[in-house]
T-cell receptor, first 112, second 112 residues
Framework: NAGVTQTPKFRILKIGQSMTLQCTQDMNHNYMYWYRQDPGMGLKLIYYSVGAGITDKGEVPNGYNVSRSTTEDFPLRLELAAPSQTSVYFC???????????FGQGTRLTVV | DAKTTQPPSMDCAEGRAANLPCNHS???????VYWYRQIHSQGPQYIIHGLKNNETNEMASLIITEDRKSSTLILPHATLRDTAVYYCISMGPTSGTYKYIFGTGTRLKVLA
């Protein structure tokens, strides 16, 4: 199994540009999550989803959008990139509540 | 905000047991305690979780106090590869869903 796959691994964006961070999992998990991690800090939850068609805001949703049209995919959209969105982004999935979450290897995003 | 409190850093000699404490004094009766670790800038890795009984797996042991207000993660024979940031998370139903909220964790350094 590939687990949770994130693309791209690295990206540099200019201020005002938009992009989509891709996340896909092949474990048929219902729950999926997006986190960001700033240097030296813990992970902050951006959005999460408990199944296809259902998404909800986390701790820091401003400036981001998500969709969940399939069980496998949970893309994160940045519409107008800002320097404050420079961070490492992690996607994760879990089969259900009370079960372990599996994380991807992250996308390192720099906005200049 | 994270509902757990951990020391920011700890050192442990290689081959000795590493005991990582966590305070979760506001934990509710249906919330579990989870432990994850993050090595370098990789995605977090699940270690163990428990509700009120002590738990053990191939990686670690989890000791939860009887009042459930604190817990200790034990790595029985720490190696250099256990150097990482360790996160303690309490999680349970919030408005019918579950979501991992990370704090800043404990940075464990295993010394040769």
């Amino acid at each position: 199994n590939a687990g949770v796959t994130q693309t791209p691994k690295f990206r540099i964006l200019k201020i005002g540009q938009s992009m989509t961070l891709q996340c896909t999992q092949d474990m048929n998990h219902n729950y999926m999550y997006w986190y960001r991690q700033d240097p030296g800090m813990g992970l902050k939850l951006i959005y999460y989803s408990v199944g296809a068609g259902i998404t909800d805001k986390g701790e820091v949703p401003n400036g981001y959008n998500v969709s969940r049209s399939t069980t496998e995919d949970f893309p994160l959209r940045l519409e107008l990139a800002a320097p404050s969105q420079t961070s490492v982004y992690f996607c994760a999935s879990s089969s259900d509540s009370y079960t372990e979450a599996f994380f991807g290897q992250g996308t390192r995003l720099t906005v200049v | 905000d994270a509902k757990t409190t951990q020391p920011p850093s700890m050192d442990c000699a290689e081959g000795r047991a590493a005991n990582l404490p966590c305070n979760h004094s506001t934990i509710s009766g249906n919330e579990y305690v989870y432990w994850y670790r993050q090595i370098h800038s990789q995605g977090p890795q699940y270690i163990i979780h428990g509700l009120k009984n002590n738990e053990t797996n191939e990686m670690a042991s989890l000791i939860i106090t009887e009042d459930r207000k604190s817990s200790t993660l034990i790595l029985p024979h720490a190696t250099l590869r256990d150097t990482a940031v360790y996160y303690c998370i309490s999680m349970g139903p919030t408005s019918g869903t579950y979501k991992y909220i990370f704090g800043t964790g404990t940075r464990l350094k295993v010394l040769a």
